[in-house]
């Protein structure tokens, strides 16, 4: 009987098994390169504000301490957006005219809120908690990234979860003194090791790395 | 004394494998002759219809799960564990026997395994298909299921590994791949087979192609034997491993009723009686509708029930045991379990029925003459079909409902929802197993021919 598959359908299974197996791996290493990348992070992305605010001038020009407009980072879960009366405590004063400035003032003369857009997301399921970080020596920058530094904000961290586990599970890598925390310009000293070790002493840092204490 | 021609009958024997009469040639028709038609039978249509509608019931209560979430089951705190679990032991207990009959009678030698290996093999397959389905259901988030298996991921996640549930994972997949292939290796020559005897083109060239360019080679043969061997190999340890580290998931918790060391081997008794069970509860319907009592004799229908009372006399021996160290170890939570909770609780109804139908029900298979017939052994096999659930339903529902905390004591009922599940996937095993009888060689072809041509050759020696 005549065979029904010519020779070359030889050649065709063998290569199968390889262009097979090539391709699982082709496609999970673009799956896996794809949700590391910031396509899907969104990380370095600029976003489209109401008002394009400059940290670097407020941060770095004029030296605005971060809490004057985040408020509640210190005693809440919520850093806190400044409502428009903060903007217009100077702005009632300074560029009284800019027309850049036109939203902020059409905010405060009819007394509706401005939407910013929220550009650090965390999913849902999450409860990251502020305060708890700033208490304990985890300076803004150290998520933030150099918040002074950019004309318009961005971010610079994955926010993925094994990002916050690499501090969670050394915590003394990161840590810096009290005072620093909100010092945009501060740098880890040569002893890091040491001074890390003895600052989750002092703060009694406890790794939380269970699965409870974000996801409640 | 045999004639020396290929078409000689073997000489009649007093309890047959093959019936007399067959030669190389019928029993390649018989076989063959199922596959390649064109005819669908009614009785098929019927049945293959009613097993499609309750697919259908199974995609409506999975869909409905899926929209709800498992809050549609009965499960609830105290017993988080109902019919999800116990569903899944049951068909994966039902799995084994497809394993145990191909692989460890084949390296017993055992030709008794060879005309119903396939289709234990394939039931063992479309239970391990029903099985998977519960444990994924009841994560919630089936599409999440993935995470389960180690890989590398954005969330620093890994597994659990002290978890036994975790085992489970490994257990099952494993089983799951490995009979896979074994039944697939197995079917390479008949596909063969089947290709050069069809007329169709188009059936043709499909089993061509799953026939992977099967010759019948001598370097063929010896490659598939050197392959099937090993699967052979790879599948013994799994027949006893995998309900081992199912029993663990009980086993492992100290929940009374469940820590207990006699777990392990008492499953593994269970899984493989269970087992024989629904190869009976198929392969008497079948052989009866195929006519194929000339290759499923009544001795297979007694070695299997033989098989049956073993395992269940082990089963037997484990309840008792149970009950015996409950009493032993003279631990309030143990006894009160299993004396006053299992025996006498609210759901000892379900404890005597399960004792009825595994332990007193089957002390009819001492008879050969019950061994023998097949509707004594079809009646037995569904009363032990149904023990071994109610097993699985005692020892979760009963341990869980009422433990240490008598304010947190509660009672369990399934929802129609669970019910509906549980009657999808039976739909779902009979309509693979309806479309497996009716595509696939039901028995392997090679191998009866081969039993036919040794027991020749032993008689002509003899």
């Known amino acids: 009987m005549a065979q029904l598959f010519n020779r070359r359908w030889n050649y065709y299974a063998k290569a199968s098994i390889v262009v097979g197996g090539l391709s699982v791996v082709a496609v999970l290493g673009a799956l896996g390169a794809y949700f590391r990348s910031p396509l899907y992070t969104r990380q370095n992305e600029f976003v489209d504000q109401p008002v394009q605010f400059t940290h670097e001038h407020h941060v770095a020009g004029l030296g605005i301490d971060c809490r004057y407009c985040h408020f509640s980072v210190e005693k809440s879960a919520f850093a806190g957006i400044p409502p428009t009366k903060v903007c217009m405590n100077c702005h009632s004063q300074v560029w009284t005219q800019a027309p850049i400035l036109e939203p902020i003032r059409e905010s405060y003369r009819t007394d509706k809120p401005i939407k910013w857009v929220r550009v650090h997301r965390l999913a849902d399921y999450v409860y990251f908690n502020h305060s708890a970080h700033i208490n304990k020596g985890i300076g803004c920058a150290e998520c933030h990234g150099p918040v002074d530094r950019m004309p318009l904000i961005f971010q610079t961290a994955s926010l993925q979860m094994q990002w916050c586990l690499e501090c969670h599970r050394n915590p003394e890598k990161f840590v810096r003194p009290k005072d620093k925390v909100f010092d945009m310009t501060y740098t880890k000293p040569a002893d890091q090791a040491k001074l890390g070790k003895q600052l989750v002493q002092e703060l009694h840092i406890q790794s939380k790395v269970s699965c409870t204490v974000c996801h409640r | ?462």
Not at chain 2, 154 to 173: E, G, H, I, M
């Open chain 2, 1 to 462: 004394m045999a004639s020396p021609s290929a078409s000689a009958h073997i000489a009649q024997e007093s309890d047959p494998i093959i019936a007399p009469g067959h030669s190389l040639g019928s029993v390649t028709e018989k076989i063959s002759s199922v596959v390649l038609t064109k005819e669908f039978r009614p009785g098929w249509l019927a049945g293959f219809a009613l097993c499609a509608g309750l697919v259908m019931v199974l995609a409506i209560s999975i869909g409905w799960l899926l929209i709800r979430g498992v809050g549609i089951w009965g499960v609830n705190i105290p017993v988080g564990w109902g019919f999800a679990i116990i569903n899944f032991v049951w068909w994966i207990g039902i799995g084994h026997a497809g394993t145990l009959i191909s692989a460890i009678l084949l390296l017993l030698n055992q030709e008794w395994r060879t005309s119903i290996n396939r289709f234990a093999e394939a039931m063992t397959i479309f239970a391990v298909m029903c099985a998977g389905m519960f444990p994924l259901l009841h994560v919630g988030r089936p599409w999440f299921a993935y995470w389960m298996l180690p890989h590398p991921n954005t969330y620093a996640l890994w597994q659990q590994f002290r978890s036994p549930l975790q085992w489970d994972v490994f257990a099952v997949s494993t089983y799951a791949t490995v009979s896979m292939l074994f039944w697939y290796v197995g079917l390479i020559p008949d596909l063969a087979t089947l290709r050069d005897r069809a007329k169709n083109v188009f059936a043709k060239y499909i089993f061509a192609f799953l026939s992977l360019g099967w010759r019948g080679s001598s370097r063929h043969w010896f490659r598939y034997e050197t392959a099937y061997l090993l699967l052979a190999g790879l599948s013994t340890p799994l027949v006893v491993s995998v309900h081992t580290v199912v029993s663990f998931d009980f086993a492992v918790g100290i929940i009374p009723g469940w820590h207990a060391t006699i777990f392990p081997p008492y499953f593994v008794a269970g899984a493989i009686y269970s087992g024989f069970a629904m190869v009976l509860t198929l392969a008497i319907p079948i052989r009866k509708f195929f006519k194929m009592e000339d290759l499923i004799t009544s001795r297979h229908l007694d070695n299997m029930a033989k098989v049956m009372l073993a395992t269940g006399l082990i089963v037997g021996y484990g309840y008792f045991m149970e009950a015996f160290m409950a009493w032993y170890s003279g631990n309030d939570y143990e006894r009160y379990l299993l004396f006053k909770n299992r025996m006498q609780g609210p759901y000892s109804p379900f404890y005597w029925a399960l004792i009825f139908c595994n332990v007193i029900a089957i002390q009819a298979l001492w008879s050969k003459k019950v061994r023998r017939s097949p509707v004594a052994l079809f009646i037995l096999s569904i009363i032990v079909n149904i023990g071994m659930w109610l097993e699985r339903f005692v020892i979760v529902v009963t341990s869980l409902h009422a433990d240490f905390l008598p304010s947190s004591w509660g009672m369990y009922y399934p929802t129609i929802w669970d019910v509906a599940l549980y009657l999808g996937t039976i739909g779902f095993f009979l309509m693979m197993m309806f479309l497996f009888v009716r595509f696939v060689p039901m028995i392997s072809i090679f191998e009866v021919r081969m039993l036919l041509e040794q027991k020749k050759e032993k008689e002509a020696a003899s």
